[in-house]
């Protein structure tokens, strides 16, 4: 499909992280973004057909409203739909070892089609088009991803419960090579559900593949003080210690660093992955994010499972970003807006490895979404990122596109899956379970 | 307009601040609600026409979705709108004193009935059914409330830089009995900005009608402290020396409680309203809001205004009352969502004295709305009002209605006034502004 969208504001992103607004027009050809400029510059393009012109499958009148790179969820358990709002307002072990663990124990392999096509729909209503997803039956994962037309990285939750070192192996190797839309990264769940010999197994593929790596890092306090006790290491500097961060990667929550780990991170390139929601829901913590910040550390933002979070809201996130980080500092001018924004956007994409997809410009993927300017929490246009990161909402969002295919507009799904369909399935799932 | 919702999941609000679910339908006659039940005791019911049936201006299907009371902002200054992200990510002397101040300077009083209609249709799209406001011009307030169908409860922001007793004692008295959908309550905007002169004058007021009284109160530390300083008690403690809470009302903010404020609040029957976006964004605190509700103190929930929050997002506020909670405490299992979605409705209708809307019942006005539970943030449905709490967003909210009439239906505003004239004075405003 080739797609031109017309009178529209368009966000793009600077080298230095800023932002800036081209008012114009922004053209799709297949999968990729193939001009963005006010139009006055048609003979220059890249076009086909008569006169050079391209052969529209859709004009699209944005009517003033804002066109932006679509959000990267940088941390997630799509699956875990099935537990949302089952156990809320718990103490975290009891949550965890009496309602998370034993309901886990009951899925098949195919309940994880119905629940990611569940979290991508909601994805889509938030303007999310990429997730970076750990979870389990990831082949499932990738079908119903793939079936959607979402753009998905995987990662393992290897641990002494599940899985093997060759396992993860084949998946990284074969999950790769699955489709466009679907990558994979090597990981591990966390130091404290995974032996010693079962880690430098997987150090042992990071060596082999010159790969990066993800885990679960210091998302509690207790987890980073019993992993000093077993091995007089922080988390990070045991990964480390290891040669897992050799080639890149990071970790996921990232709440009780000390200097130390924020050096390793900060030499080793590595992307910290924060997860408000989650963090303040499950009473966790605030991570540092304005230390990672001011250390020129990448931070990527995620929404975690809807089995802690509930939602799986960008604008959520973003809001609670600034102003936790605000409230831990107690200083309401630590982190901008517009850091969040980037963070939300390309901050993600580069902790997912995804260059391809990281903002709007020619040449990259056309995963993008459309934010309704002409709502009242848009109104008046002050300072447009700054409304968009602490007054946007789902309500904003127009239009989602991934790989150039509209997949959500104006409020209906445009899928090829049965939207009840999936609502049901993902109720069975519930109803069936113990 | 008689109405009658068919088809609904109804919740009805309990005794003990529990929730039930009634599967049925809906009636409202004017602007109350006649009957809420499953249509098979018609004949026992209240009717008129024919038959004793109610002749119907509209029936709608609601699909199985679910109607529940409006939310109640229970503090705001809602004609902040004009300063939506003009100064945000700035240390909070900064702000208010260079940036807050000398616009507000420059507001002329026709200038409050658009700032205000705008953050009507704002409160609309997250099904917020009333406000509790506190601003400036409070006659154009009203008018634009009531011009739009709005139910407005006001408080005074008097204080030394403007505002006299008579003036405040005329509004109330004016205010009161102006139209069905305007109240006011005598208020005063903050100890560190009010004399003791000026506050004794309030006080006069109080004891003269008998009549609650707000106010900012214990927003920040500071505040806190430098009170302690000129009077050696809390700013708590002060009013209710001064005789300011002898026949109720309460405080907004409420952050910075200690255990002889909170049981002056538990004595008089005060209200506590917190208003976390805004207490986390300024990097105020978190308010003790746990230890309220475990004294019996009854909470409110409010957005604060735009200038400081950005949004008027009651869904953004209720996920943040708990998780701030569980965070302040670092405990995952205090601050149940059921409670939260108790105070950001019943809650908040007690704190402004508004007992004619706090649920849905026979008899009550029909202040409500309707959520669409076919999203997939509302799915699985395991818990309905977990779900309400943790995963809502406004862009579930498919129906406002207030005293009885439709306003924001289906993405559309159905008020008498024009939506881009609305947005259009709002940005002239802004540009007129120095």
Redesign the interface.
């Known amino acids: 499909m080739n797609i031109r969208f017309y009178n529209a504001k368009i966000l793009t992103t600077n080298e230095d992280k800023s932002f800036s607004i081209v008012e114009g027009e922004l053209w799709v050809k297949g999968d990729t973004i193939c001009y963005i400029g006010d139009g006055s510059d048609l003979d220059k393009v890249y076009g086909e057909g008569e006169n050079g012109v391209i052969l529209w499958d859709r004009e699209v009148d944005v009517r003033g409203n804002l066109l932006m790179p679509g959000f990267k969820n940088a941390h997630t358990h799509s699956g875990m739909?099935?537990l949302?709002?089952?156990a809320?307002?718990?103490?975290?072990q009891e949550?965890l070892f009496e309602k998370v663990f034993p309901k886990e124990g009951q899925l098949l392999e195919e309940d994880l089609y119905w629940l990611t096509a569940?979290?991508n729909?909601?994805y889509l209503?938030s303007g999310i088009t990429t997730q970076f997803d750990m979870y389990f039956f990831q082949y499932e994962v990738a079908r119903a991803c793939v079936d959607m037309g979402f753009r998905v990285v995987q990662t393992s939750g290897l641990n002494n419960f599940g899985g093997t070192v060759e396992e993860l192996e084949e998946k990284y190797l074969k999950l790769n090579d699955y489709h466009a839309l679907s990558s994979y990264i090597l990981g591990f769940h966390a130091e404290y559900t995974t032996s010693r010999d079962l880690m430098e197994g997987v150090a042992g593929l990071v060596q082999k593949y010159k790969a990066p790596l993800y885990m679960h890092n210091s998302e509690t306090k207790l987890e980073t003080e019993e992993c000093r006790q077993r091995y007089g290491l922080s988390p990070t500097q045991l990964f480390d210690s290891l040669g897992m961060y050799d080639y890149g990667g990071g970790g996921f929550h990232c709440v009780w660093f000390d200097e130390k780990d924020m050096e390793i991170y900060k030499k080793r390139g590595l992307s910290a992955v924060t997860n408000p929601?989650s963090?303040?829901?499950?009473?966790s913590?605030?991570a540092p994010v304005d230390e990672f910040v001011k250390r020129g550390i990448n931070v990527a933002i995620g929404t975690d499972g809807?089995a802690s979070?509930?939602?799986?809201?960008m604008?959520?996130e973003m809001?609670?970003v600034?102003?936790?980080t605000?409230?831990k500092?107690?200083?309401?001018?630590?982190?901008?807006?517009n850091e969040v924004l980037y963070m939300a956007t390309t901050g993600g994409a580069k902790a997912m490895g995804l260059d391809c997809c990281d903002r709007l410009a020619v040449g990259k993927k056309a995963d993008l979404i459309m934010i309704d300017l002409?709502?009242?929490?848009m109104?008046?246009?002050?300072?447009?990122t700054?409304?968009l990161v602490?007054?946007?909402?789902?309500?904003n969002?127009k239009l989602t596109m991934i790989n150039g295919q509209i997949l959500y507009e104006d409020?209906n799904f445009k899928v090829d899956l049965d939207i009840p369909e999936?609502?049901q399935k993902?109720?069975a799932?519930?109803a069936r379970m113990k």
């Open positions: 739909t099935f949302r709002s089952l809320d307002d718990l103490p975290l949550w569940l979290a729909l909601e209503t929601g963090n303040s829901k499950l009473a913590g605030i809807p979070n509930n939602c799986l809201d604008f959520k809001f609670l600034s102003s936790l605000k409230l500092n107690m200083d309401a001018a630590v982190m901008d807006a002409m709502q009242p929490n109104q008046p246009v002050i300072n447009l700054k409304n602490y007054s946007g909402s789902k309500q969002v409020g999936i609502y993902a109720n799932i519930v």
